[in-house]
């Protein structure tokens, strides 16, 4: 059955919340996974509340990861194409400040993945 307004408020905080544990949710919400499952795909990942948990679950992944040039932890900046997470000061040339809005590793850049501006894949070394 669709999720009514209290209902959907209810699961943008529990998908957040539960880092996106659908068997926590349903349980919580008393619906079944599948009803869930739906609500997220075809409701959640539209709203402003998908952009919320995009970036906790990006910021989540920096703490517990390492960075993939030295593999060693601490304050990383996280890749929005791969997800792969760096020290600024690993990255050649190193950033001096971590930029606001989205970045691309070296390697993305490198490759022109899809999501990397063009303006971005234009500088690849030839």
């Known amino acids: 059955t669709p999720f009514d307004r209290s209902e959907t408020e209810s699961f943008a905080a529990l998908i957040l ?3 996106k544990d659908f068997n926590i949710v349903s349980k ?3 619906q079944s ?6 609500h997220y795909y075809s409701k959640f990942k539209k ?5 919320s948990l995009k970036n ?3 910021r989540l992944k920096a ?3 390492f960075c993939d040039i030295c593999e060693d932890g601490g304050d990383l900046i996280c890749c929005d194409k791969c997800m792969k997470v760096f020290h600024p000061r690993c990255l050649a040339p190193p950033l001096r400040q971590v930029p606001e809005g989205d970045w691309f590793c070296p390697s993305c850049v490198l ?8 303006e971005l894949r234009s500088q690849r070394p030839k």
């Not at 709203?47 to 952009?51: D, E, K, L, N």
């Not at 490759?111 to 063009?118: E, K, L, M, Q």
């Open 17 to 19: 919340a539960k880092s």
């Open 28 to 30: 919580e919400l008393e």
């Open 33 to 38: 996974v599948t009803s869930c499952l739906i």
């Open 47 to 51: 709203s402003p509340g998908y952009a």
């Open 56 to 58: 906790a679950s990006r």
């Open 63 to 65: 703490e517990e990861e």
């Open 111 to 118: 490759t022109g993945a899809r999501d990397v501006p063009t």
